[in-house]
């Protein structure tokens, strides 16, 4: 396996956070400019602090270099801890034996499939029901089970719910391998509540619904993580009913992942808290520490990287609530190890720890990002928000916003005023209105309190 494309995966995901709502305008980069210029990059070497990486062609090599040459940059220093300067080569047929040789695509690691299997999951208590519902959904299609329980009722539909970085698309993507694995002649769709809805709004920008249709109702086994991004989103939980009614009816086998339990979800429609309700759920919690210290010597084991005992103690005492962060911990050391020839050390590995939850602490709650959320949440754009239309959703949005930036960051009015460019002695009567009206409306006080949750978390 080769470690610089563990790291080259690592700075993918750093380049994709940068995609997100939550990141300040002068920071983010688009979904698409990713997908074209960044995604399709291959990682090649790493020699003297320079990440050498592979285009197709000199054009994306340019493309790429001047539109994303700084973000990469940039993502090297993070994920490795140190300055890294990005050089992007041109892969062509004249490309050196020693080259292609390098680029590992097809091995073991190199595929996402491959690592979040069954096998690579640890078992503790923290997921043992989870676990076990999903391996149980994976060998309901083999036939020697079939008989001994009947799971297109017992465990239709499946979810699994918990907090981030928990295991939760790892056992759904491990259903996924096994599945497809045993059954290639199955219809399987793995999706993410995101990508489903801006699916369907692609859809039905273009009146093409009948495609949309036709894949989700078709599946045999439908997997949709993250499913918690529909609650509030009217046309995308109708479709969404629809969908789970056809399957559902015609005895397929859904599973979906939240981070909270659907009957909790407030703004979820009581049709589809009442559907999800008649199969099996089960949460993912924290592990606890012996189970923290096994996921790490598996994640070391998978490196080929070797932890004394006392730096996997160290790694488990310290990150307790995030497997993601036992997993960026193992690989940064991975990558420490290889690119600067020190082995790993106690002191190693207090200082990626240190690094990995300052890189994890929330981020600032700034106006932009208050914006985008009520956006988000409201279905309208922070343009809207900053505009000046009087469509009774926008005005409703932009009135919460107010609320919100008083709240939460303590603004002034005049400073709200000056922030939104709106007439200051307006901004006290949208306060005091959303102040009352929150005490008569239970819906628009949880809308509220969720975006202020997640504003907090994020
Ligand atoms: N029990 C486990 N054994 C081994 N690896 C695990 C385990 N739980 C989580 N992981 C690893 O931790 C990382 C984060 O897990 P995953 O992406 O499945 O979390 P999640 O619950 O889906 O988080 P989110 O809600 O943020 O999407 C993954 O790389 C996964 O392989």
Known sequence: MNSFNDVFEEVLKYCYRLTGSDVPNDKRISESGYRMWIQVLKPYKMENNVAYLLAKSDFVKQQTMTAYGDVLNKAFEEVMG????????????????????IRIEDTELSDEADVYTFDNFIRGSSNSLAYAFCNAVAEKYDDKNAEQIDPDKVFNPLIIYGDSGLGKTHLMKAIEYKVSKNHPELKIIYTTGEAFINELVKALEFKDTVNFHEKYRNADLLLIDDIQIIAGKERMQDEFFHTFNELYN??????????????????????????????????????DFETRMAIINRKAELLQLKLSDNVVRLIAEKLKTNIRQLEGTVKKIKALTVYTNESPSISMAQRVIKEIIISNQPSEITVDRIISEVANAFDVTADDIRSNHRHSKISIARKITIYILKEVKGMTY????????????????????????LKSNKEMKDTVDDIIKNLKEK
């Open 82 to 101: 140190f300055p890294i300067k990005v050089d992007i080569m041109v892969s062509g047929d004249d490309e050196p034996e020693e080259k292609k040789e």
């Open 250 to 287: 015609a005895r397929k086998q859904i599973v979906l992942t939240s981070d909270i339990l659907p009957s909790k979800m407030t703004k979820l429609q009581d049709r589809i808290s009442t559907r999800l309700s008649l199969g099996v759920q089960a949460d993912v919690q924290a592990p």
């Open 414 to 437: 005049t400073q709200i005023g000056d922030a939104l460019n709106k007439n200051h002695s307006t901004m006290t009567i949208h306060y005091r209105d959303v102040s009352n009206l």
